[in-house]
């Protein structure tokens, strides 16, 4: 079985045992303590994500949009790695059946600039950031730009993970949001629908007199 085989097959498993939020799905949530009590989240492109080739920066933007929408929210600081971070939020755009690009050089991001209403953040990333899914998982990864003919879903995909672990993205996440063109802000959706969850949890666990 090949790598990306190995990946696909693993990936519908997990989606079996984790509960989904969509624009459907009303059904209350209630969060574990570790979400409750974090304080620093990264924001990454979730591993393999293939953007189209008439929008090669399809995921850095919906990353951004993410991170501003995280800047405004006010709760997290943003992290720059995955071992520094309680929380980690892999992101993916959707996209139509056809070529894509992944691991494009849009993605990268060396220096860091972004700039809200009355917040301005910088940063640089010194060299290649920690893996976030076992490099050695189904054989060797190929991690250059290339096209591919992917086939995935139209949705876009917000996914929150545990930090402060190795290998982040090889855990089912603890919450995840799937719904047509999520992450295109602002407002970001998902980001308000994790909110609005994460209040709900805490509400949940306050003592009732």
């Known amino acids: 079985m090949s790598r990306r085989e190995s990946i696909i097959v693993l990936l519908l498993f997990r989606l079996l045992l984790i509960p989904q939020a969509d624009a459907k799905n009303k059904k209350k949530q209630i ?17 393999q994500a293939g953007e189209p080739l008439t929008n090669p920066g399809a995921n850095r933007t919906a990353r951004d949009e993410v991170e501003k929408a995280i800047m405004k929210w006010g709760r997290f600081r943003l992290a720059m790695e995955s071992q520094t971070a309680d929380l980690v939020i892999a992101v993916r755009k959707g996209h139509a059946k056809g070529p894509t690009i992944r691991n494009s050089p849009t993605d990268d991001r060396p220096v860091i600039g972004q700039q809200t209403d009355d917040q301005i953040r910088l940063g640089v990333q010194l060299g290649h ?3 976030l899914t076992d490099p ?7 991690r250059g730009p290339h096209v591919t003919n992917e086939v995935g879903p139209s ?13 982040p993205l090889d855990s089912s996440p603890v919450w995840r949001y799937m719904a047509k063109d999520a992450l295109k802000g ?3 959706d998902p980001v308000e629908q994790f909110r609005k969850v994460i209040a709900a949890s805490e509400e949940q666990r306050r003592p009732k007199n």
Do not use: H, S
């Not at 574990?32 to 924001?43: G, I, W």
């Not at 050695?136 to 190929?142: I, T, Y």
């Open 31 to 47: 969060l574990p303590d570790y979400v409750l009590r974090a304080e620093t989240v990264l924001v990454v492109i979730r591993p």
């Open 129 to 131: 950031p920690p893996d």
């Open 136 to 142: 050695g998982f189904g054989g060797p990864e190929r």
């Open 155 to 167: 949705e876009d995909l917000l996914e929150v993970y545990r930090g402060g672990v190795q290998y």
């Open 186 to 188: 602002p407002p970001v």
